[in-house]
DNA sequence: TAGGGAATAAACAAAT
DNA sequence: CATTTGTTTATTCCCT
C-alpha cells in the first residue's frame, strides 16, 4: 500500500498542467457518492485513487516551487532567454478578484436585490450557484477530513515499517509528501471554514478542535525555500498587476470583491502586514472592516491567530505581533506554508474558474431565453412561483420557516456539466402549488423542468408544484412507473433540496396526498406494497370523497373478484412477463449509456401506456361487476394473490365517478434490484427537528 | 367575503 | 415495542 502510493507519486509527476484535477476530483466524488447502489460510506470507497489526486495536488505544489525558482532567476537576470515564451501558466500571485467567496451572503444578496441589478432568473441561478457552492464545501471538508485520516494511518504504517536502510530515502521522500499532502489538506479545510465562518454561514463552537499542523519540510533546500519566501511575499503587489479581467458581470464582480480582502488574508505575508489598497470597495461588513483598524491584521482575529493552522490564542494585538514573529518568521516551516497555501488558492482559483464559467453560461442562457417571451416576464414557472408566492420567504436559506440548525449536510452532490441532467424526455410535472394569475400561468415546458430539476436539487426552495404532482412525477419517473413510499421519500430527498429537512412534515403529506387522492393506486405484492397512479383520473384531479369507506379492509375477499374475472389475472400475468423483458433492456441501455436514472427512467413508454389503458379497462369492469351494491366489497385474497396479491382503493359509486374508468392497477415485478431509488435508502436522510 | 384547493397537523390503526 | 405505512378529519392559508 505504502508502495503503491510511493509509485503513483512518482507516476504522476508529469501530470502538471492538469491543473483542474483538484477540483474535478472533488466532483467526481460526489459523483461516485451518488452513483453509488448499496448504502457504502463514501470513506470506504476514498482509496488509492483519491490519494494519488491527492498527491497530484502535492506534484503541483513542487511544481509551482520549480516555476518560482525559475521565475526568481528569471528576475534576478542569472538565466532569462525567452520571458515572454514562459506562460505564468502557473504564476502563484492570485489575481484579488478570483478570490471569490464561496457564497453569497445574505447581505450581499440583500444588496443585490436592493440595487435591482439582477433579473429573477438571475437571482435563480445564484441561489443555486449559492447552493451549489455550499454543497462542494460540505463535500470538500468531508473528503479531506477522510484524506487526513487516511494519511495520517499511513504515516504510522510508514513509521513502522521505514525500518530497512534501502527504503529509508524512499520513505523519507514519501513521509515529505504525505506531509504536505496533510498540511495542504488541513489548509484547505480551514479556509473553507474560514470562508463559512467569515459569511456566518457556519460558527464554529469554541470547543471545537482546531487542526494540528505537521512539522515539515525537513528535506527542504534553504536556498530554494528563500527563493520561495522572496516570491510569496512580492505576491501580493504582483495581485494589482495581474488583475482579473474575467468579470464581465456585474454579479460577479460585485460578489467578488465585497469580500476579497478577507480571502487575501489567507495568503497575506506576515510582514506585509499593511494592504488596505485591497479593499476595493468600502467594506460593508463588519469582519471587512479590519483593514482601516489601526489593531487588526488579516493573520489576527477574534483573539487567535489566523496563520493558517496555528489557532494560537493571543490576548492582545501585541502579543500577536510577538507570536507572529517568533512562531511564523521566515522558516522552512512558514515557507511551506506559504507554499501549501498558495496550491490552495490555486486550486481555488481553478475552481472558481469553473464554477464562474458555469454561472456565466448559465446566465446567458438564461438571459436569452428571458428575453424571448415578452408576455411572460418570468418564463421558468420557478421564478414566478418564488416571486409570487410565500415561497418567495422560503426562497433564501435563511428564511426558511423551520430552520433552527445548521444546514443539513447535502445528500445530493453536484452533478457537473450543463448538460448532463438535462432531458428532453421529462414528464411535465404537473399543476403548480398555487395558483396564480394567467399572465404568469404560463406552460410549462419540458426544459424549463428539467432546468429546474436542477435547481431544485441544490437549492433549498420550496418547489411550486403540489404534492400530488411531485407524487405522480415519481412514480412516472421510475421504471416500472410504481414506487413504495419509502421509494417515494427518497425521490423527493433526492431531486429536492427543499425536501431534506422537515420530513415529518412532507413525509405526512404525502402520505396524506397518496390516500386522498383517487389517482394513487396502492398495489401489494410479496414484496410489500407499492403505489402506481392513474394519469387519467391525476387529470381529472379528484379526491376520494370523504366520510366513505375508501379502502380495501383486510380479510375481506378479492377472491371473488378474481374468480368472477378470470381475464383480470391473465392480463396482469401478461402484463408483467410484458413489462420485465422491457424494463430490463430500458436498464440495460441505461447502464450502457450512463444515461441519468430519471432521463430513462421518465420515458413515456407508450407500448406500456396502451397495456395499462387495457388493463384499467379490464379492472374497471371487473371492479363495476363487483362493487355493483355498494358494499364494501374490497379485494381480498386469491390463490394467485398468494403471489400478486392486488389491493385497490374502492370507487365511490357516484353517477359522476361511474363514467370514469377505474384506476390503473397493475402488478409488474417489483423487484427491488430496479428500484433506484432505494439507492437513497441507506444514506441518512436528515430527519432533523420537531 | 365565500368557496375551493392545497398544505398541515394530528389521531388512529394496521403492518412490519 | 418502536417504527413505518396508511387513513381520516380538522384546520389554516391562499387564490379566485
Redesign the pocket.
Known sequence: MMQESGTETKSNSSAIQNGSSGSNHLLECGSLREGRSNGETPAGDIGAADLAHAQQHQQQALQVARQLLLQQQQVSGLKSPKRNDKQPALQVPVSVAMMTPQVITPQQMQQILQQQVLSPQQLQVLLQQQQALMLQQQQLQEFYKKQQEQLQLQLIQQQHAGKQPKEQQQVATQQLAFQQQLLQMQQLQQQHLLALQRQGLLTIQPGQPALPLQPLAQGMIPTELQQLWKEVTSAHSAEETTGNNHSSLDLTTTCVSSSAPSKTSLIMNPHASTNGQLSVHPPKRESLSHEEHPHSHPLYGHGVCKWPGCEAVCEDFQSFLKHLNSEHALDDRSTAQCRVQMQVVQQLELQLAKDKERLQAMMTHLHVKSTEPKAAPQPLNLVSSVT???SASEASPQSLP?TPTTPTAPLTPVTQGPSVITTTNMHTVG?I??????KY?VPISSADIAQNQEFYKNAEV?PP??????IRQAILESPEKQL???EI?NWFTRMFAYFRR?A??????I??????HKC?I?V?DEF????TVDDEEFKR?R??Q???????C??ENFDELVANNPSLIKNMQSSHAYCTPLNAALQASMAENSIPLYTTASMGNPTLGSLASAMREELNGAMEHTNSNESDSSPGRSPLQAVHPV?V?EEPLDPEEAEGPLSLVTTANHSPDFDHDRDYEDEPVNEDME
Open positions: 409570487l408566492s410565500k423551520h399543476p402549488r398555487r395558483r396564480y394569475s394567467d400561468n420550496r408544484f403540489t404534492y400530488a404532482s411531485l413504495t413510499l419509502n421519500y422537515n415529518a412534515t412532507w413525509k405526512g403529506a402520505r396524506t396526498n397518496l390516500s386522498l394513487f396502492r401489494e410489500g406494497s407499492f403505489w384531479g379526491h376520494i370523504r366520510g366513505r369507506p375508501r379502502k380495501y383486510p380479510g389491493h382503493k
